[in-house]
């Protein structure tokens, strides 16, 4: 089965950066989406990042615009998010997603995405 798995969430704080990593394992076929999504407490989960490999277009919500990237490296099966400036606003669980299956809706839609990370945590604080 398809499984991804991230890693590299910390506490920091205000301004610093991370990069977070999700390794994607078992089979699968492009084209397919990956985003990243957060949550943070007390609010719904929502779209952070998204890629589609087939075009490689990347996607972000206007809260990260500018100031996260998300990548892959084929050659290593991993999705990334590079974090930069992070906010305490940016304090969320944030989980690795992919859609092994086209499906309809857009990057942020949850539904399209049938395999889910566990999550890593990130704190932004003082």
């Known amino acids: 089965q398809v499984r991804v798995q991230e890693s590299g969430g910390e506490s920091v704080q205000p301004g610093k950066s991370l990069r977070l990593s999700c390794l994607v394992s078992?089979?699968?076929?492009?084209?397919?989406?990956m985003a990243w999504f957060r949550q943070a407490p007390g609010k719904e989960r929502e779209g952070v990042a998204g890629?589609?490999?087939?075009?490689?277009?990347?996607y972000y919500a206007d809260s990260v615009k500018g100031r996260f990237t998300i990548s892959r490296d084929n050659a290593k099966n991993t999705l990334y998010l590079q974090m930069n400036n992070l906010k305490f606003e940016d304090t969320a669980m944030y989980y690795c997603?992919?859609?092994?299956?086209?499906?309809?809706?857009?990057?942020?839609?949850?539904?399209?995405?049938?395999?889910w990370g566990q999550g890593t945590q990130v704190t932004v604080s003082t």
């Open positions: 997603a992919a859609a092994t299956r086209p499906g309809d809706g857009a990057w942020s839609f949850q539904p399209k995405y049938d395999v």
């Open positions: 078992g089979f699968t076929y492009n084209p397919y989406y």
């Open positions: 890629l589609y490999p087939g075009i490689d277009t990347p």
